[in-house]
């Protein structure tokens, strides 16, 4: 059964999403919650999938793992942290202790928004990192193009830690350059605590006019880069949905996977994430 690495949930009436502004991203702009999701992931063959924070306050980590306690879709969480507080080992302890806080399985930070572009490099977010590797998460990398040597820095200097590159790193999939972005992703899946999920590129494409074929080079890097044990699928719905449903996302990176032997498919659709987040056996 398939493993979707990469999905959020939110309800407005809770919190406001304050990244949903612009014409761009109105569709956006509406509840989308694990009830929406679950018949479409039934559908899709979906078991278990990986929620992902989504907004940088500490409030919201507390509600996905008790969402991934109510609902046995939801096999793991990403959660948020500050990983320059002091406590943050503490503060990783004390999520873990809440209800559903077995399903913390990595840390996510919204890098991306960060104006250095050495943030990840910093002592105080290195220092942060650590406690991450040290309570056993993993950590999940949203990043920029140009962010990419940092990760991989980053990854060179904390070796217990394995960091998971969310959707390729944003490749420029609009313009259908490659370089530097290729490079830069060769690079970090050199280090081998890194991961990649195969996600969000439809997004970075034309959302209207795009093709499999505008996404294919970009995914075969990826492939050549980390290879199929060390790159897993999700889906970033409900963020796809700008650009195509839940079920066209996993059709495409079913196409754009279908040179792979079934064993390297199992691996990049349900093995890499069991293994990278330690996700528990599916009860279906």
Request: hydrophobic letters at 45%; glycine letters at 8%.
């Amino acid at each position: 059964m398939t493993v979707d690495a990469h999905h959020h949930v939110w309800d407005l009436s809770i919190r406001d999403q304050d990244w949903i502004v612009g014409p761009r991203l109105r569709p956006l702009r509406r509840n989308f919650t694990v009830e929406n999701l679950k018949p479409r992931a039934e559908a899709a063959g979906v078991a278990r999938t990986v929620l992902v924070q989504t907004v940088t306050l500490p409030e919201e980590t507390p509600e996905l793992l008790a969402l991934a306690a109510e609902h046995d879709l939801i096999a793991g969480v990403v959660g948020w942290t500050d990983l320059t507080r002091p406590d943050v080992a503490d503060e990783l302890a004390r999520l873990r202790g809440l209800p559903g806080g077995r399903f913390l399985k990595g840390i996510r930070h919204q890098v991306q928004g960060e104006p250095d572009p050495g943030w990840l490099l910093r002592a105080d977010v290195r220092r942060g990192l650590a406690a991450v590797a040290d309570a056993g998460l993993a950590y999940d990398l949203v990043v920029l193009p140009h962010q990419l040597p940092a990760c991989t820095e980053a990854a060179a200097t904390l070796p217990e830690l394995t960091f998971v590159l969310d959707h390729l790193g944003k490749p420029p999939i609009v313009s259908g350059e490659l370089e530097p972005w290729a490079s830069a992703v060769h690079a970090l899946a050199g280090r081998p605590n890194t991961v990649c999920k195969l996600s969000g590129m439809v997004t970075e494409a034309d959302l209207t006019a795009w093709m499999p074929a505008d996404l294919r080079p970009y995914a075969e890097v990826a492939l050549e880069a980390f290879g199929p044990d060390r790159l897993m699928y999700g889906s970033d719905w409900p963020v796809c949905t700008l650009a195509a449903p839940y079920e066209e996302v996993l059709t495409t990176a079913r196409d754009l996977t279908s040179t792979l032997t079934e064993h390297e498919r199992t691996a990049v659709f349900e093995g890499t994430a069991v293994r990278v987040y330690g996700l528990a056996q599916s009860s279906s």
